[in-house]
């Protein structure tokens, strides 16, 4: 079943989820165990070595569960140069042929998705790698201009709340599942965001390169979920950065207390910055009742 907020109806962040128990069960035990995070990582915080040992440690020492999803792709460029590719892009979104997702399988599951299970587990952290294919995790509808990419349509989370509640960290690279059976490129914004709100997760980071969403030229501390649209539509939101704030205003409206888009520095998690983005008009007090009762009644 597709779930839409409000006027969060979007193709690209569509998004209908599987039942998840994970917070509820752990409420009805008396134990409130801290409600998960989401983090996703990409630019150089993949790319470099040190910083990556950086967020790693800061992952490890925080006391919460925790999901990890990356993307990668530089790391793919790469690997499409070494085979004499030359990569494309169509508005700001990579192009990838289906004869290509091998390599992208090759640089997201083989390459950056051990890499950063590594990390973790240098820092102590119980980190567990995989993609979104994975147990069928999630599910995705392809965006036919794109060629083999999809957007999440269905995220299943039984493997999640597993291995949250065993203390491990799920590392999720970005490559998951068509209808088909066929793997797909996913933005691994959305797919946070798919995620996040199908955990019905406290926060979602979205860390890269970026310090936060600016506007006339200045980041941004705060900017409501109900704003977003007028400022894509003025023009001060563009580029990679519309489909990034659009899928952090649908994991809003679906449960997400809040999402920060911004760089890192070295911080514990709990200190970063960035900017935040917030359901003005739907609280996740109101909205976790509704789809409770949209997936079947918990």
Known sequence: MDICVGAVCEPAVRL???????NLDNFSKGTRKPRPWVVKVGGRLVDDPSILAQLARACADAERPLVVIHGGGAQVTALQEKFGIEAKFVEGRRFTPPEEMAIVEMALNGMVNPMVVRALLQEGAHAVGMSGCDARMVTCER??????????????????????AADFIPVISSVCMAADGLPVNVNADELACAVAAALEAERL?????????????????EIWD?????????????????????????????????????????????AIGGTSIRARRLRPSNVRPLLREIKGGL
């Open 205 to 221: 980071l979205l860390l890269s390169d970026v310090p936060g969403v600016r506007v006339a030229g200045e980041v941004q501390c």
């Open 143 to 164: 965006i036919a201009s794109l060629g083999a990419v999809g957007t999440p349509t269905r995220v299943h989370t039984e493997l999640l709340e597993t291995l949250l």
């Open 16 to 22: 209908a989820f599987s039942m998840s128990v994970y």
């Open 226 to 270: 109900a704003d977003i649209e007028d400022l894509i539509a003025a023009g001060e939101i563009t580029g990679g950065m519309v489909p990034k704030l659009r899928s952090s205003q649908a994991a809003t409206a679906l449960g997400v207390d809040e999402v920060r888009i911004a760089g890192f520095e070295g911080e514990p998690l709990d």
